[in-house]
């Protein structure tokens, strides 16, 4: 088991959020996280990141609680072993897509060819090639995704947490970036948790889990 949560509970102000979910993760396996707006996803996704701290309960990472670790530790976590695509993708305006891809090396060390070329290869793999040096404001928001995906993959995470991955995205390039992640995944054997509100696509990962009213019901 990569990752398991055990009874979270988080509320904001007197809106109870979630109201103890469990939940574990495999290692390798791709799970889809669904459930209707406003239901927790990107907060729960936000905890088992160590984005934000669960009123109760506790997130283990290779049996490790995460939660209640210092601020330091848990940056090196997040930056060691974890991938996160923003629901709302922040890629920087004033650098190219290369540029975004190596934005998480380049806040803790310098960049090398070696970073470089993943950086580059990763982009190809999704198609953008040849859209390495624009910037943001010159991609289709389908191609900002890619590049939000790229850069959540650039430091080989071992778990990817994935909110609305394709949100904005139509049916079509829904299923052309889900494949380009599915067989990078497999490959590097990354764990994945991706919330989504198209039903056809959570169907195609390993496993569903829904939340609603504040609980996890897995199907
Ligand atoms: N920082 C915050 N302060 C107050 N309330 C918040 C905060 N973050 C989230 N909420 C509330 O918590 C609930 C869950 O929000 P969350 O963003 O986790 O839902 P979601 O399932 O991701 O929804 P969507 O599918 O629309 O992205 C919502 O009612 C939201 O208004
Ligand atoms: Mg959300």
């Known amino acids: 088991m990569l990752l398991e949560a055990k009874e979270i509970y988080k ?3 007197k809106v109870k959020v979630l109201k103890g979910i469990s939940l574990y993760l495999n290692k390798g396996e791709i799970v ?25 309960g506790a997130v283990y990472f290779e049996n490790q609680e ?20 923003f629901q709302f993708h ?17 806040l803790y060390r310098s960049v090398t060819s070696q970073d470089r070329e993943r950086a580059q290869s990763l982009l190809e793999r999704f198609g953008l090639g040849d ?21 959540a993959l650039i430091n080989r995470p071992k778990l990817l947490l994935a909110d609305e991955p394709t949100g904005n995205l139509d ?16 490959e590097e ?18 496993r569903v889990v829904r939340i609603q009213d504040g609980l996890l019901q897995s199907s």
Do not use: C, W
């Open 11 to 13: 509320s904001y102000g």
């Open 32 to 56: 889809a996280l669904v459930g209707p707006s406003g239901a927790g996803k990107t907060t729960l996704l936000h905890i088992l990141g160590t984005l934000e701290k669960p009123d109760k």
């Open 66 to 85: 995460i939660s209640y670790q210092q601020d330091t530790l848990q940056a090196r976590f997040r930056n060691q072993y974890l991938g996160f695509v």
């Open 90 to 106: 922040y890629l920087l305006p004033e650098f190219t897509a290369l540029e975004n891809v190596l934005l998480p090396i380049l």
């Open 131 to 151: 859209r390495l040096h624009h910037r943001p404001s010159a991609l289709s928001g389908g191609e900002q995704q890619r590049v939000a995906l790229a850069r």
């Open 171 to 186: 049916s079509q390039n829904t299923q052309m970036l889900f494949e380009y992640l599915r067989n990078l995944v497999k």
């Open 189 to 206: 054997g990354i764990t994945v948790l991706m919330a989504t509100h198209k039903e056809y696509l959570a169907q195609q990962a390993d």
